[in-house]
C-alpha cells in the first residue's frame, strides 16, 4: 500500500469517527438543567451499614490508617483516626463515619465524580478558591439548612458572605487563614519593614554572604498557585487586585504595574534565591535553614509544614510555635505603600455537600457535630488551618497562644480577602497571571509591563 | 510399486465455514475489550473535543469547532509546539546516536552476560516519576549535587546557570523557540538516558544478525568502516531502526511523568510539552472539552509523524 493510500484511509478514518462522535447523543449523563445552586437533595439513598446505621462518606487528604510519625500530613492523619470512633459513638445505631482518603487533586475528583456519576462523598472539605469551579460545574448543592442551626448565627458574616451565591449558601466557612510574614528577628532586628522602600534597602543589607532578605512562591509550579500567595501579597500591598469586580481580568492598572516593578527590584538585587522560582516547595528550605530573613506565607501553611527550623543564630526548633514562643520568629503583615493596609491573601476552610451525595441527612450530621464548639476546635487545629470563623471560639485557649496572637493582630492590620475577587475560572485565571508575572520578574525583566499585562487580560476575558 | 494415498475426507460446508470464522471468534473477546478500553475513550475524546461545559449548570453542549479555535489561538499551545519539536528532535537524535554507539561497542566481541544486561536495563524499568525526582535532585538550586557545576561563571559565562530557573536566552528567530531553556535541554538528557538501554539492546540485538561473513568480504574487498556500516550494516538494521523510532517519537510526544516530576512544565513555560499542555489543561483547568480538541490534535500529529517515518525508513527501491 502506498504511502497517500495510507494517509488518506487514515485521514478518511478519522474524519468519520469524528463526524459519527460529534453526532452521536450525548454520553456524559446530563447534570440537572437548573442554573448555579440547584435543589438540595436528590435521591438521598444513603447505603446501609450494618445495625441500621447509614454511612457517612467523607473525602479528606488524610488517611486515618497512616500511622507514620513522620508523614506529611499526620497531623490530619492522626485526627481523623482520632474522630472516626467518636462520631460513631455519638451517633450510634443512627450513622457511621467512613473516610475516603484521597490524594491532593480532591477538586479535579470530586467535579469528574459527579460529572460522570460515580461515587462521591457525603460531604467534603473545601477551599474558598475551589468554590467557583464548584459551582462552574454544578458540583456542590446549597446547605441552606445550616441557616436553622444554633451555631449558625456566631459565624463571621464575611465569611458567611463569600460562602453565599445568588442568595444561596453554598459552604459552611469553619476556618480562615490570612496570609502574612514569618520574619527572623535575628536578621529584622528592628522589626520587619513597613514600605517597599525599606524593605528593599534593609533587605539589601541583609542579602550577603549566602544569606536573602526573603523568600517566597515565585514559580509557575502547580499551575499557577503563585497568583494566590507572594504575587497577590505584593498586588494587594500596592493596593492593587486581579479583577474588575465583573467576573474580567483587570491586570493593567497603576498599582499592579508599581507592585510589579517592585518584584522585579527583589529579583534584580538578589534579595531572594534562585529557589523561589524551582518549585516543588524549594522556597522553604530557605527559611527553615535561617538563610532568608523573611518568609511571606499562610498563617496555616507555616504551622503546618515549616518544620523543622534552625534559627539564623543555629538553634534548633520543632516547629514554629517553638521558635515564636522563644522570640527567634516573629509574625508581621506585608510592606505596604503609602495610604494603603498591607495586602494579604484570605483562605477560608470548611465543607461543602456534593450535588450527587446519598446521605445528605447524614452529611447535615456530620457538619452539626463538627460545629460542637470543642470539635470545631478540635477540627480547626488538626484538620481545617486558622482561625475559627465563630466570634465565641476565637477566646478558646486553643487561639490564644503567642502564635495566634500574633497573627490574629496582624489579620487586623491588613486587608484581607479571597485573592480571585469576582474571576469565576479560577484555574484558568491564576495559571494566566502567574505566567505574566514570573515573566516580567523573571524571564523577561525588560519587558513592557503594561503591554505584556493587557495581553493576559485579553486572554482570559476572551473566554468571558 | 505404487502404493495409493488414502484419500483425504473432504470437510463439509459447515466445517468449512467453521475453520474460517474460528480465528474471527477466537479474537472477538480481545477485540471487545480493545473496544471498551480503547475504541471507546477515544471515540468519546473525539465527541468531548465538541462539547464544552455550559457555566452553572455542568452540562456538555455541542459548540462545534470552537474548542480547536480556542486552542489555536492560545500562546500556551503555540509554544508548547515549539517545545515539543525540540525535545523530540533533541531526544530521538541523542538516545539513536547513543544506542547506536553503545550497541557497536558491545558487539565487538563484548560478552554481555545476564547480569550486565540487567544493570542496563534499571534506567528503563525505573518509572518516569521516580527518574524526574533523581534527576531533578542533582539540580536544585541550593543543595543539588551538579549545582554548583551549572553555577560555575567560567563553565557557564557570564554568571553560571541554574538548571531548573534560568530562563530561556532570547530567541534567534522570533515566533521560533530556540535555543531551548537549560531546563529543556536536561530534559532531554534525562529523558534519553531513560530509554537509552531499551532502544541499545533492541539494536544490538539487530546487529547480531548482520552476517560477519558479508562484513569480512566487505573489508577484504577494500570497504572502510563507514562504508561497511553506511552500505551494509544500516540497510539490514533499518527495519528496527524504524521500531526504535515509533518507539522514542510516540513516547516522546506523549510521556508527561518525566515533565511532570524533573520541571513542572517550567521555569516558566519553557518545558511545557504537548502532553504537559493537556494535563495542564485537563486536570488543572477541568476544560475537558479543550483537553479533548488537544488529544485529538496529537493524536492526529503521532500519526503524522509515524506515516512519515514509515515513508523514510522505506528501502528507496520500494518507494
Not at chain 1, 235 to 261: H, M, V
Not at chain 2, 92 to 98: G, N, P, Q
Amino acid at each position: 500500500m502506498t504511502f497517500k493510500k495510507r494517509s488518506l484511509i487514515v485521514a478518511s478514518l478519522t474524519l468519520t469517527l469524528s463526524l459519527l462522535a460529534a453526532c452521536a447523543a450525548p454520553a456524559v449523563p446530563a447534570a440537572p438543567a437548573a442554573p448555579a445552586a440547584p435543589a438540595a437533595t436528590e435521591a438521598p439513598t444513603a447505603p446501609a451499614a450494618q445495625g441500621g446505621e447509614s454511612v457517612v462518606t467523607t473525602w479528606y487528604y488524610y488517611d486515618q490508617n497512616n500511622t507514620d510519625p513522620q508523614a506529611n500530613e499526620r497531623v490530619g492523619n492522626f485526627y481523623i483516626a482520632k474522630t472516626i470512633p467518636l462520631f460513631n459513638e455519638a451517633h450510634a445505631g443512627r450513622f457511621k463515619w467512613e473516610n475516603v482518603p484521597r490524594d491532593y487533586n480532591l477538586v479535579l475528583d470530586l467535579v469528574t465524580a459527579v460529572q460522570s456519576g460515580g461515587d462521591v462523598p457525603d460531604v467534603m472539605q473545601f477551599d474558598i478558591t475551589h468554590l467557583p469551579t464548584y459551582l462552574l460545574n454544578n458540583t456542590i448543592q446549597d446547605v441552606e439548612w445550616a441557616r436553622e442551626q444554633p451555631w449558625f448565627s456566631d459565624l463571621d458574616p464575611q465569611a458567611v458572605e463569600a460562602c453565599t451565591v445568588d442568595g444561596k449558601l453554598m459552604c459552611i466557612p469553619i476556618s480562615e487563614s490570612p496570609w502574612l510574614v514569618y520574619y527572623y528577628t535575628d536578621f529584622y532586628k528592628d522589626g520587619f519593614p513597613k514600605t517597599p522602600e525599606e524593605l528593599l534597602r534593609v533587605g539589601g543589607e541583609l542579602s550577603k554572604d549566602g544569606n536573602y532578605a526573603l523568600t517566597y512562591w515565585g514559580s509557575t509550579a502547580f499551575d499557577g498557585e503563585a497568583a494566590g500567595r507572594y504575587f497577590y501579597q505584593v498586588i494587594s500591598s500596592f493596593g492593587g487586585r486581579y479583577d474588575d469586580g465583573q467576573g474580567n481580568l483587570k491586570l493593567n492598572t497603576p498599582e499592579n504595574i508599581k507592585a510589579i516593578e517592585f518584584m522585579r527590584e527583589v529579583v534584580k538585587n538578589g534579595l531572594s534565591s534562585e529557589s523561589v522560582f524551582a518549585g516543588n516547595f524549594e522556597e522553604e528550605e530557605a527559611f527553615k535553614q535561617g538563610k532568608a530573613g523573611a518568609f511571606p506565607t499562610g498563617f496555616f501553611i507555616a504551622v503546618r509544614y515549616l518544620n523543622p527550623l534552625k534559627s539564623p543564630a543555629g538553634k534548633d526548633y520543632a516547629n514554629i510555635e517553638e521558635a515564636v514562643n522563644d522570640n527567634a520568629v516573629a509574625l508581621a503583615p506585608f510592606v505596604a505603600t503609602e495610604g494603603n493596609k498591607p495586602g494579604c491573601s484570605l483562605d477560608l476552610f470548611g465543607f461543602v455537600v456534593p450535588r450527587t451525595a446519598k446521605n445528605v441527612e447524614g452529611a447535615k450530621a456530620y457538619i452539626n457535630w463538627i460545629m460542637d464548639p470543642q470539635n470545631t476546635v478540635d477540627w480547626i487545629v488538626s484538620a481545617g488551618g486558622g482561625f475559627p470563623t465563630s466570634a465565641s471560639l476565637r477566646a478558646d485557649p486553643a487561639f490564644r497562644t503567642e502564635l495566634y496572637k500574633q497573627a490574629q493582630a496582624v489579620g487586623e492590620a491588613s486587608a484581607c480577602r479571597p485573592w480571585f475577587g469576582s474571576l469565576r475560572r479560577i484555574p484558568e485565571a491564576k495559571k494566566i497571571i502567574t505566567n505574566t508575572i514570573y515573566d516580567l520578574i523573571k524571564a523577561r525583566p525588560d519587558a513592557d509591563i503594561a503591554a505584556e499585562l493587557t495581553k493576559a487580560e485579553e486572554e482570559y476575558n476572551r473566554g468571558n | 510399486m505404487s502404493v495409493a494415498s488414502p484419500q483425504r475426507a473432504r470437510p463439509g460446508r459447515g466445517r468449512l465455514h467453521f475453520n474460517r470464522t474460528l480465528p474471527f471468534w477466537l479474537l472477538l473477546p480481545g477485540l471487545l475489550i480493545i473496544a471498551a478500553i480503547q475504541l471507546y475513550p477515544a471515540l468519546f475524546t473525539v465527541y468531548l473535543s465538541f462539547q464544552r461545559i455550559e457555566p452553572g449548570t455542568g452540562r456538555y453542549i455541542f459548540r462545534g469547532l470552537e474548542n480547536f479555535q480556542r486552542l489555536f489561538s492560545t500562546r500556551q499551545f503555540i509554544e508548547s509546539i515549539g517545545h515539543t519539536a525540540i525535545f523530540l528532535v533533541g531526544y530521538c537524535v541523542l538516545a539513536m546516536t547513543f544506542a547506536v554507539l553503545i550497541a557497536m561497542l558491545l558487539r565487538q566481541r563484548v560478552k554481555v552476560t545476564a547480569f550486565a544486561i540487567t544493570v542496563i536495563f534499571v534506567p528503563w524499568v525505573l518509572s518516569d516519576v521516580i527518574v524526574g525526582v533523581v534527576w531533578r535532585l542533582f539540580v536544585v538550586p541550593q543543595y543539588g549535587l551538579f549545582s554548583p557545576f551549572f553555577a560555575n561563571p567560567s563553565l557557564f559565562p557570564p554568571r553560571g546557570i541554574s538548571v531548573l530557573t534560568t530562563p530561556p536566552p532570547p530567541t534567534l528567530i522570533p515566533g521560533i523557540y530556540f535555543p531551548p531553556a537549560p531546563a529543556l535541554i536536561f530534559l532531554i538528557f534525562a529523558s534519553a538516558w531513560k530509554v537509552l538501554p531499551f532502544i541499545t539492546l533492541l539494536i544490538l540485538a539487530a546487529l547480531q544478525t548482520v552476517p560477519n561473513e558479508v562484513l569480512e568480504s566487505a573489508a577484504m574487498d577494500g570497504a572502510t568502516a563507514g562504508q561497511s556500516f553506511r552500505f551494509i550494516t544500516l540497510p539490514l538494521i533499518l527495519p528496527v531502526l524504524t521500531v526504535a523510532l515509533f518507539n522514542l517519537i510516540l513516547g516522546g510526544i506523549n510521556g508527561v511523568g518525566m515533565v511532570f516530576s524533573l520541571t513542572g512544565g517550567g521555569p516558566g513555560t519553557a518545558t511545557e510539552v504537548l502532553s504537559y499542555l493537556l494535563y495542564s489543561i485537563g486536570f488543572a483547568r477541568l476544560d475537558f472539552g479543550l483537553a479533548a480538541a488537544l488529544s485529538v490534535v496529537m493524536t492526529v500529529i503521532n500519526l503524522t509523524l509515524v506515516l512519515l517515518t514509515l515513508r523514510l525508513s522505506q528501502p528507496q527501491e520500494e518507494r
